[in-house]
């Protein structure tokens, strides 16, 4: 785990975030600068900084983000509205934090 990585502090409990779900691979918490009413990021508790570091190995974890993400959306009801998945790679896509991550986005129609 990197120490400056703020992803692994709040998988670690080392810093708060209101979590939604999490289990031995994967935490949920809703993100603090809201693009939707919902709004969570789903991450590995294993540190992987860019999509572009996985490799065929990760393939169960990057399963386990969307699945989480997807029960996360029904938790949260927005399920059979809809809702979008996006995972970011690198500065120009608008990763701001360098730890892979799924935001998970519903409640309103998406544009």
Known sequence: MPESCLFCKIASGHVPA???VQDDDVVAFRDINPQAPTHVLVIP???IAL???LTPQDGPIVAK???TAAEV???EGVDERG???VMN???EAGQSVFHIHVHLLGGRAMA
């Open 18 to 20: 209101t979590i939604v």
């Open 89 to 91: 790679c690198n500065r």
């Open 65 to 67: 983000l969307v699945q």
């Open 45 to 47: 508790r294993r540190h």
């Open 73 to 75: 959306a029904r938790r």
């Open 51 to 53: 999509l572009n570091d």
């Open 83 to 85: 809702y979008r998945l």
